[in-house]
């Protein structure tokens, strides 16, 4: 066989190869075919390229012993599917192939030399003088070691403006066909465009989002090294078991049925939910799940991204916190404390019972604030707090503080008003005993007005409004006691 025999078939075996690599990586990202397939058929794929090859140039050498002129030549090159050009050792370009206009746009009018070539398809021109100098040392030395032309990939403009990936192949005919190069181009700019989006979706998946991709029926497959940071379970341990290995059990068969409803209806699912960690720890996440589909519309996988909320549930409980609660004594605030009122009334409403709202102001509160400072007078409001929790134990019931030195209790389901006065005897008793603060013994009492629903009204501002003045006739009877309100009594 000829040189340009061999070099031909290496170029044709290449085409082939690439075409065939091409086909079975777009079969894997499609979800068709997996890794292991993949490899078992690019072996198959390589030796049916070589046989291919072969028969192909055992064909060219039959053409050729049958008759070598360039009427053979220009047949083989006007038929071959990928596009091919010929040009003399003068640069001047003889042939193009239908598939080279067919792809590239270009006619023999268009680029009558291999410098019009160069100038046209790479109009940058440092692009372009790379170009042309890679081209020629890689001619020269292909001629200089009697070896095939080692691939040269560029970017080509297109006549359409479009811009092509290609490889391309140049292969020096032997001397009976007197200078003739032939060069061989293959459009790999879909190859290219796969390989972007592989290393785009390796970034992805190694990403600080958990990963985990199961089959179709949620055994785990693959998972990435923030899953690991996130649940403590490695790939060993992950990999074969199903997705129940996380579940907390802080979730009913309901909520999981909505999920795969969701995913089997729409192809997806989005939500929070709490997941057990390796050592037991339960915690929130946002989960993502992804139902994969092949050409038939089967679902063949999932694909899970995951994120460790912990801290964002934190500061979101925290700001709730800050919004709802005082931030000196740690009790409910006004906010908190007439939304309770509000649920408290529709309670004892549905059920007909009672309800007691008491308001309590400290008595001389401000001659020890004033006397020891403020930092005292705040832990002096804290362990009133305390106290006063003590006093009310039932967890339907709660205790506020508004503001300042006065504080708004809810008693919920009283049976009479003697279970209310009852408590309040023993809040009066409590905050007259004496108070160690930083050495002081601190001494105050307290007063409390006491209203009742229904009789004293049935909503939230009629009620405060009673209680408060309840409290007022307290102070005026000379404080550390409680009253229940009296319309028939004047406040100063």
């Not at 032997?174 to 979706?201: C, W």
């Not at 997941?275 to 996988?301: C, F, M, Q, S």
């Not at 400072?373 to 709660?398: F, M, P, W, Y």
């Amino acid at each position: 066989m000829n040189k340009w025999h061999l070099r031909l078939a290496s170029v044709i075996l290449s085409i082939l190869l690439t075409l065939l690599i091409v086909a079975t990586m777009q079969q894997m990202l499609e979800g068709k075919i997996t890794a292991n397939f993949m490899l078992t058929g690019l072996v198959a794929a390589i030796v049916v390229a070589f046989i291919i090859s072969s028969l192909i140039i055992r064909f060219l050498q039959l053409l050729i012993r049958l008759n070598q002129d360039n009427n053979h030549l220009n047949a083989i090159i006007m038929s071959c599917p990928v596009p091919i050009a010929l040009y003399d050792n003068k640069q001047q370009i003889l042939r193009l192939n239908p598939e080279f206009t067919k792809i590239f746009g270009y006619t023999i009018e268009d680029i009558p030399t291999l410098t019009d070539w160069w100038l046209k398809t790479y109009p940058e021109a440092d692009y372009r003088q790379w170009v042309i100098d890679s081209w020629h040392a890689r001619l020269q030395l292909s001629k200089l070691n009697n070896a095939a032309f080692e691939p040269l990939e560029v970017n080509i403009h297109c006549k359409n403006k479009m811009v092509k990936t290609i490889m391309t192949t140049v292969t020096p005919l032997d001397a009976s066909f007197k200078g003739l190069h032939l060069v061989v181009l293959y459009d790999v700019s879909e190859r290219k465009q796969i390989e972007t989006e592989l290393r785009i979706a390796a970034t992805a998946f190694e990403s600080q989002e958990g990963m985990i991709i199961t089959d179709a029926n949620s055994k785990i497959l693959k998972i990435n090294h923030s899953f690991t940071r996130i649940t403590g379970f490695s790939s060993e341990e992950a990999l074969g078991q199903k997705m129940t290995l996380l579940k907390s059990g802080m979730h009913d068969a309901t909520f999981y049925s909505a999920m795969w409803d969701s995913i089997k209806s729409t192809g997806s699912w989005q939500g929070e939910i709490w997941n057990r960690r390796k050592n037991g720890d339960i915690y929130p996440e946002w989960l993502t799940i992804t139902a994969v589909k092949d050409a038939n519309e089967i679902v063949t996988h999932y694909v899970g991204t995951m994120i460790d909320i912990t801290a964002r549930k934190a500061i979101e409980e925290r700001v709730h916190h800050l919004a709802h609660y005082d931030v000196l004594t740690d009790l409910p605030n006004r906010a908190l404390l007439t939304d309770r009122l509000h649920q408290a009334l529709a309670q004892v409403r549905r059920d007909k019972t009672k309800l007691a709202l008491m308001f309590l102001d400290l008595d001389n509160f401000k001659p020890v604030n004033d006397s020891l400072g403020h930092e005292i007078g705040d832990l002096l409001l804290q362990k009133v707090a305390v106290r006063l929790k003590h006093c009310v134990k039932r967890e339907s019931d709660t205790v506020s503080r508004i503001g300042g030195d006065e504080f708004v209790i809810i008693l919920s389901h009283i049976e009479a008003e003697q279970d209310a006065k009852a408590v309040a005897e023993h809040i009066v008793k409590a905050i007259s005993q004496p108070f160690n603060i930083d050495e002081h013994m601190i001494n105050i009492s307290i007063s409390i007005g006491i209203a009742i629903y229904p009789t004293n009204g049935t909503d939230v501002n009629t009620l405060m409004k009673v209680a408060d003045n309840a409290m007022y006739q307290a102070k005026q009877a000379g404080g550390a006691c409680l009253s229940f309100y009296k319309p028939d009594i004047e406040i100063n």
